[in-house]
């Protein structure tokens, strides 16, 4: 019996990414990051994850960042969104990333998977680092 292999150039399609254990895993974490910070439903990070599944670069990429690092761009505000340049909102997604990921000396990618994580510090910490750039141009 051969191994297989996977030809790196092809697009993996949905079904190949939500077939991956890890895939799992991801919607674990971002479904208790937005219930956390944003209130969302299960059903509301499912169709989040949906959205993710239908872009290409992201089934390509799939599994080399951490659900956090999408999950931050989504707990930045609307009206951030709107008023930051690129460069800044990527620096504020990456603050925030960290804010959740970061615990000390501990990183904590799934922070949904530790019983012990402080959801109220994280949420404190991110609020803290929005706040920092209500002013910014």
């Known amino acids: 019996m051969g ?3 996977v030809d790196p150039t092809k697009e993996p399609t949905i079904e190949e990414i939500t077939a991956r ?3 799992a895993v991801y919607v674990a974490t971002w479904t ?5 910070f944003l209130g969302w439903s299960e ?9 993710w599944l ?3 670069g992201f089934r390509v990429w799939f599994g080399h960042d951490s659900p956090v690092k999408f999950a931050a761009w989504d707990l930045i505000p609307d009206e951030m969104h709107a008023r930051l340049s690129g460069t800044i909102k990527n620096e504020l997604a990456q603050r925030i990333q960290g804010a959740i990921e970061a615990v ?3 990183h904590i990618e ?6 012990s994580y402080d959801w109220a510090a994280a949420k404190a910490r ?4 929005v706040k920092e750039y209500e002013h910014t141009a």
Request: proline letters at 11%; zero cysteines; aromatic letters at 8%.
């Open 32 to 36: 208790r990051i937005f219930e956390e």
């Open 54 to 56: 239908e872009n290409p």
């Open 104 to 106: 000390g000396e501990n």
């Open 43 to 51: 059903s509301r990070t499912q169709e989040y994850a949906r959205t």
């Open 21 to 23: 254990p890890q895939f």
């Open 3 to 5: 191994v297989e292999t």
């Open 110 to 115: 799934h922070p949904d998977d530790n019983p």
């Open 126 to 129: 991110v609020r803290q680092i």
